[in-house]
């Protein structure tokens, strides 16, 4: 494998990377994972092989050599935004899995959760009354790619509804301004 200089660069991430081969046995854990991992929230290392395993079921059911796979985890006190990816290298399957976690903590003492401008975008779609079919359009992302920031942004801001988590975190005239319903929004507000 082309480990030293990817090995190097991987240590000095900011984000949490553990590489596996196709049996799920860890192969690299970059410092920012071993401290997580190791030191911080030893659970979460079991969860991600839970995801891993998963992956790896998805990857064999479609039959491809490349795929990725992201998603949100909740865990404890922890959480955490991940993709994974598969590839091969000298003829081996493997699975990186790339995170960044916050403690959920912080989130609460704060009581703001922060929003990514791509994830704001969705939330003035979702507002606006949008399906994830208009947001597909809308934003030229695949449908399966909304699909996946709904989810992410539920779970980011422990909401369990689209209308849920309008009602919580969206400032109406910041979101609704120049939508169809926007009056209807308004009178409510």
Request: charged residues 25%; positive net charge; aromatic residues 12%.
């Amino acid at each position: 494998m082309y480990r030293s200089k990817c090995w190097k660069a991987f240590q000095q991430a900011n984000q949490g990377i553990c590489v596996f081969n196709c049996r799920l046995e860890k192969i690299y854990v970059n410092k920012k994972a071993r401290q997580v991992l190791e030191t911080i929230t030893p659970g979460l290392y079991q969860q991600f092989i839970g995801i891993c395993r998963r992956f790896m079921a998805m990857i064999r059911a479609k039959e491809v050599s490349f795929l990725n796979y992201s998603g949100m985890l909740n865990y404890q006190c922890i959480t955490s935004s991940f993709n994974c990816f598969s590839f091969y290298s000298e003829g081996q399957r493997f699975i990186m899995i790339v995170f960044e976690y916050r403690s959920s903590v912080e989130n609460d003492a704060t009581g703001e959760v922060t929003f990514t401008p791509r994830e704001k975008e969705i939330l003035k779609a979702i507002a606006a009354g949008k399906t994830n079919k208009e947001i597909s359009e809308m934003l030229s992302i695949g449908f399966e790619t909304v699909k996946s920031h709904v989810r992410n942004l539920l779970a980011k801001t422990r909401t369990s509804s689209r209308t849920e988590l309008i009602s919580k975190h969206c400032h109406l005239d910041d979101y609704t301004a120049g939508t169809p319903h926007y009056e209807l929004f308004r009178k409510q507000g």
